[in-house]
């Protein structure tokens, strides 16, 4: 006996049901990216190593998806460093090429190499699948889309803004309420850094700080001083552990805090930018709130960073998130191009809309007529009348064989097809088109201008 196929954990197969509710989230999104002046863009599934490794620091680099060269990749190690098992060293000898971890990094590839042919600044969006080897939970797989919109070429802060306003307006499109949007700066955490004199670890005191969320205040200390930050400086930083109230008191709280600090009073500058213009723009749906421990992990980010945060009513981790990157695409030797992106998590949107019951009933994948078989004539009959139905947009089917009019009308009816049609030898002879309302049972005999309307 045949072993039963499945599927690599951490991915999915999609149903009609499921895709076509995907497809509305991702329509929604693309509406508003182009009402945005956004243009799309596509890259590779897979890059080449280089362009990947180091850009996401230690951790984002382990979840890396590498493919192994072609043919006989064992050919070019020799044996010393294959006795070592060291992987380290092991691969970039048996595999040049990884599979996407995001669309950031790729996009900043796309910059450089096309540069000559992108007028500035550059607005793009990209929407396609990243893969990351991360341990499959709710709401995090190994295969996800991304929903990325970008700027390059400017370092203009009502980007930052615009960005604000385009994550309320895709929420407001998807009647998602209750989504608040987090706010903070990465100039201001390397202010922190730098006033409890611990500059030369920003990096592992913001991948820490990040945990918050998911390790609680104890977990982010205890990683601190494994680590190497001091007890007097995370003893500084307590303030920032129990900080509250409105955007203001924080930003109030941060002014004084990082006084000492020309860089960090950078940051609170242009977070109190962004929060006062809002505030005067005013959001429809969502909420802006300045979090003083959001660091986001990722080591390109260099000024505002964002992350959205799904109704509390809702277990679900982020579902949307981005910053400002001022150096990005001077890994690639393309120096002064300022960028600033989101991403929307379209996989935990999807979650979120299908636990809080918001797709639109009309999101559907159903046919809406399907006319029953009785044989070779009537299906012809019943054809002429079909193609005219698809050509006015309706959907239509014709049952393939003529079989026991019971058996068709069950599949009509496992479908939720709300319509069924029969067109037998009477209703060729009249020209006409009996019309069943399958839930109610109701029929008519219609006449095909009778029947388009009531089908429109």
């Not at 820490?208 to 680590?227: C, Q």
């Not at 959205?308 to 998130?321: E, Q, R, Y």
């Not at 890994?331 to 979120?352: A, E, T």
């Given at each position: 006996m045949a072993q039963k196929p499945s599927i690599p954990k951490g991915t999915r197969d999609f149903s009609p049901a499921e895709v076509v509710k995907r497809n509305y989230i991702m329509n929604t999104i693309k509406s508003c990216f182009t009402t945005y002046g956004f243009q799309p863009i596509e890259t590779p599934s897979f890059e080449n190593s280089d362009t990947l490794m180091g850009k996401y620091g230690d951790e984002g680099d382990r979840l890396i998806f590498k493919i192994l060269n072609s043919g006989d990749f064992l050919r070019k190690v020799d044996d010393t460093l294959y006795s070592e098992k060291d992987s380290g060293k092991l691969t970039p000898k048996i595999s040049?090429?990884?599979?996407?971890?995001?669309l950031t990094v790729p996009f900043a590839r796309y910059v450089v190499q096309h540069q000559n042919d992108i007028d500035f600044p550059f607005k793009r969006y990209q929407i396609q699948p990243v893969w990351r080897a991360d341990r499959p939970q709710k709401g995090r797989f190994r295969e996800f889309f991304q929903c990325d919109a970008d700027v390059v070429g400017s370092k203009s802060l009502w980007q930052e803004l615009e960005f604000v306003q385009l994550y309320d307006t895709v929420f407001n499109k998807l009647s998602l309420e209750g989504v608040t949007i987090k706010m903070n700066n990465r100039k201001v955490l390397s202010g922190i850094a730098e006033v409890i004199g611990e500059s030369n670890k920003l990096i592992d005191f913001t991948v820490a700080l990040d945990k918050l969320d998911k390790i609680g205040e104890d977990g982010v200390k205890k990683e601190m001083r494994e680590k190497g930050i001091s007890e007097d400086a995370i003893e500084k930083l307590q303030p920032l552990f129990q900080v509250s109230g409105t955007a203001s008191e924080k930003l109030a709280l941060l002014k004084e805090l990082l006084s000492a600090s020309e860089i960090g009073m950078q940051g609170v500058n242009e977070l109190e930018f962004i929060i006062q213009?809002?505030?005067?723009?005013?959001l429809q749906t969502a909420t802006l709130e300045v979090d003083v421990t959001l660091a986001r992990g990722l080591n390109y980010y260099t000024g505002a960073i964002f992350e959205v945060a799904a109704p509390s009513s809702?277990?679900?981790?982020?579902?949307g998130g981005g910053g400002r990157y001022d150096d990005l695409t001077g890994i690639f030797g393309l120096k002064n191009m300022s960028g600033v992106g989101i991403s929307f998590g379209l996989d935990r949107i999807y979650l979120v809309l299908e636990e809080l019951d918001l797709f639109p009933e009309t999101v559907s994948a159903n046919t809406k007529v399907l006319f029953i078989n009785f044989g070779e004539d009537e299906a012809r009959y019943a054809m002429k009348a079909i193609s005219k139905l698809r050509k006015e947009g309706i959907t239509a089917e014709l049952y393939p064989d003529a079989a026991k009019?019971?058996?068709?009308?069950?599949?009509?009816?496992k479908r939720n097809i709300p319509f069924t049609v029969l067109a037998g030898g009477n209703e060729m002879e009249?020209?006409?088109?009996?019309?069943?309302?399958?839930k109610s049972g109701e029929q008519d005999a219609v006449s095909f201008t009778e029947l388009r309307a009531k089908l429109l």
């Amino acid at each position: 006996m045949a072993q039963k196929p499945s599927i690599p954990k951490g991915t999915r197969d999609f149903s009609p049901a499921e895709v076509v509710k995907r497809n509305y989230i991702m329509n929604t999104i693309k509406s508003c990216f182009t009402t945005y002046g956004f243009q799309p863009i596509e890259t590779p599934s897979f890059e080449n190593s280089d362009t990947l490794m180091g850009k996401y620091g230690d951790e984002g680099d382990r979840l890396i998806f590498k493919i192994l060269n072609s043919g006989d990749f064992l050919r070019k190690v020799d044996d010393t460093l294959y006795s070592e098992k060291d992987s380290g060293k092991l691969t970039p000898k048996i595999s040049e090429k990884a599979l996407r971890y995001d669309l950031t990094v790729p996009f900043a590839r796309y910059v450089v190499q096309h540069q000559n042919d992108i007028d500035f600044p550059f607005k793009r969006y990209q929407i396609q699948p990243v893969w990351r080897a991360d341990r499959p939970q709710k709401g995090r797989f190994r295969e996800f889309f991304q929903c990325d919109a970008d700027v390059v070429g400017s370092k203009s802060l009502w980007q930052e803004l615009e960005f604000v306003q385009l994550y309320d307006t895709v929420f407001n499109k998807l009647s998602l309420e209750g989504v608040t949007i987090k706010m903070n700066n990465r100039k201001v955490l390397s202010g922190i850094a730098e006033v409890i004199g611990e500059s030369n670890k920003l990096i592992d005191f913001t991948v820490a700080l990040d945990k918050l969320d998911k390790i609680g205040e104890d977990g982010v200390k205890k990683e601190m001083r494994e680590k190497g930050i001091s007890e007097d400086a995370i003893e500084k930083l307590q303030p920032l552990f129990q900080v509250s109230g409105t955007a203001s008191e924080k930003l109030a709280l941060l002014k004084e805090l990082l006084s000492a600090s020309e860089i960090g009073m950078q940051g609170v500058n242009e977070l109190e930018f962004i929060i006062q213009t809002i505030t005067e723009l005013e959001l429809q749906t969502a909420t802006l709130e300045v979090d003083v421990t959001l660091a986001r992990g990722l080591n390109y980010y260099t000024g505002a960073i964002f992350e959205v945060a799904a109704p509390s009513s809702v277990k679900m981790g982020s579902i949307g998130g981005g910053g400002r990157y001022d150096d990005l695409t001077g890994i690639f030797g393309l120096k002064n191009m300022s960028g600033v992106g989101i991403s929307f998590g379209l996989d935990r949107i999807y979650l979120v809309l299908e636990e809080l019951d918001l797709f639109p009933e009309t999101v559907s994948a159903n046919t809406k007529v399907l006319f029953i078989n009785f044989g070779e004539d009537e299906a012809r009959y019943a054809m002429k009348a079909i193609s005219k139905l698809r050509k006015e947009g309706i959907t239509a089917e014709l049952y393939p064989d003529a079989a026991k009019m019971g058996k068709q009308m069950g599949y009509a009816d496992k479908r939720n097809i709300p319509f069924t049609v029969l067109a037998g030898g009477n209703e060729m002879e009249t020209e006409t088109y009996t019309l069943k309302h399958m839930k109610s049972g109701e029929q008519d005999a219609v006449s095909f201008t009778e029947l388009r309307a009531k089908l429109l």
